[in-house]
């Protein structure tokens, strides 16, 4: 089950919210345990026992750490399982069951993993629980002594897709006894119609450029297409993501949870560095504390911290996926943030600003050509014919290419929203409308009736094409 489906939004949701608000609060977190896993097992029911496991899994020992605080093999056992599992579902689902049979594994063992994928939310789920096993081993938290609690934690629905990745502490409080009201309910419907509206008429509108045009190849595309496309790629993983963030947290707080930001406008960013404090916010911190400073307390004499940069960020790309595009993603962008710890930010700072948005803009769209290429020669080709130094040109079909060379009006239109929300323009503007209260309340219903026009927009949509899922779904 995935957000932006009408089954989603005209099933799942108004049962599932009907029942827990009227419902004792006390009742609540069986409630959402239950919801979740419904939600979970709508289309992936085989990994049900999975999911239980792991939740048993890191329940038992969590509690045995509480009791033996220093005993590091239980927290490593735990942390081991969890990576272990995770990085097998990951090899699974890139490369098959072809590798276990080139390993001389019998077809009979095969046979019982060949219908395996990725379970839903593993990477999310796998790096929550490896954070409370450590925050319990570094006594930072108490163990969760409610199995009930626990399992609402790992499995609450609007997080499992695609996060944010939400430590325990931040939600502890409110898992014995969900606290909710009317404003928290509407500021979390608000914040779900924005994210639909950002996957739905922005990410999905711009994807049917993208996905035709890396699908052509570069041979068959000219330069102005292919940098058209790689600018309409970083726009539309910006808005999927940030737009299904957006309804997960929208969901959280109607249930009462404050599960985290994860975006703040990232493409305003003057270095990597900043922008791996604005993008996939939650990602980039859990990796700074349960990574990059524990390896920092032992760094090596030279070149120690570059070091370490660059483990955190092919770590980053290896939990993307274990290709060759996504480890050489992580690796550049480690080697532009060891290039930056060096010399290259002080550089920065003393050249204008439209300067380093430039060269912060260009080492992303980079980036994003490797993340975005099936295989590393192709990111290469593409390279070349944004550069128009890719010599043959093939022209595509008319069927092949649509809706290239005429690209669509509604296409331009999500395009130059994109552009327009990807700067902070209307938070600042709603910050400043705040101090003025006798226009505050009116532009609050036009946002509202705006917001309420938009969602009916994207059910057009959603009802006239197909519901494509979040990318970061699939990680």
Same mark, same amino acid.
């Given at each position: 089950m995935i957000f932006n489906s009408p089954l989603f939004l005209f099933l799942f949701v108004p049962f599932f919210f009907a029942i827990y608000y009227v419902a004792d609060k006390n009742l609540r977190r069986i409630i959402g345990v239950a919801g979740s896993f419904l939600f979970f097992s709508w289309?992936?029911?085989f990994y049900i026992p999975i999911i239980v496991g792991i939740i048993l899994w890191n329940f038992y020992f969590a509690h045995n750490l509480?009791?033996?605080?220093?005993?590091?093999? #239980? #927290?490593? *056992?735990?942390i081991a399982g969890n990576l272990a599992l995770l990085a097998f579902f990951k090899i699974i689902s890139t490369y098959g069951i072809d590798w276990m049979l080139s390993a001389g594994m019998p077809q009979r063992i095969t046979d019982l993993f060949e219908r395996l994928g990725f379970p839903l939310g593993l990477s999310y789920i796998s790096f929550q629980t490896i954070s409370? +096993?450590?925050d319990i081993y570094k006594k930072r938290i108490g163990a969760e002594t409610s #199995? =009930?609690?626990?399992? =609402?934690y790992i499995m609450l629905f609007p997080k499992i897709l695609v996060g944010p990745i939400t430590r325990y502490k931040k939600v502890v409080g409110s898992l014995s006894t969900p606290q909710i009201n009317k404003d928290d309910i509407a500021n979390g419907i608000r914040r779900f119609l924005r994210g639909l509206a950002?996957? *739905?008429l922005i990410a999905d509108i711009l994807a049917k450029l993208v996905n035709i045009t890396f699908k052509l190849g570069p041979e068959s595309i000219l330069p102005h297409?292919?940098?058209l496309a790689i600018i309409a790629y970083a726009l539309q993983i910006y808005f999927d993501f940030s737009g299904y963030t957006d309804m997960a947290l929208g969901l959280g707080m109607m249930m009462g949870f404050d599960l985290g930001e994860n975006f703040n406008f990232p493409y305003i960013s003057e270095s990597i560095g900043e922008f791996w404090r604005r993008w996939h916010i939650s990602l980039s911190v859990w990796f700074r504390d349960y990574v990059f400073y524990p390896l920092e307390r032992k760094r090596i004499k030279f070149f120690g911290r570059q070091l370490?940069?660059?483990i955190v960020f092919l770590l980053t790309g290896l939990w993307h996926g274990i290709t060759q595009s996504f480890i050489f993603w992580?690796?550049?962008?480690? $080697?532009? #943030? *060891? =290039?930056?710890? +060096?010399? =290259?930010?002080? *550089? $920065?700072k003393k050249t204008l600003k439209p300067i380093r948005h430039i060269y912060t803009l260009s080492s992303i769209l980079l980036t994003w050509i490797i993340f975005r290429s099936p295989t590393l020669s192709f990111a290469w080709d593409y390279i070349l014919r944004l550069l128009n130094l890719y010599k043959s040109y093939t022209p595509p079909t008319f069927s092949q290419s649509a809706p290239l060379p005429f690209i669509e009006p509604t296409f331009w239109l999500a395009f130059f929203s994109a552009l327009f929300l990807s700067m902070p323009i209307l938070p600042y503007a709603e910050k400043t409308l705040n101090k003025y209260p006798k226009i505050a309340f009116p532009s609050r219903i036009i946002n509202d009736a705006f917001l309420l026009l938009l969602f009916v927009v994207s059910l057009s949509m959603m009802v006239s094409g197909q519901f494509a899922p979040g990318i970061y779904g699939g990680f």
């Open positions: 289309g992936q029911s509480k009791k033996e605080r220093s005993n590091k093999y #239980l #927290l490593w *056992v735990g409370y +096993l450590v #199995l =009930l609690n626990f399992a =609402l950002k996957k *739905v297409i292919a940098w370490n940069i660059m992580g690796f550049l962008h480690g $080697l532009f #943030l *060891v =290039l930056e710890n +060096l010399f =290259l930010a002080r *550089v $920065l």
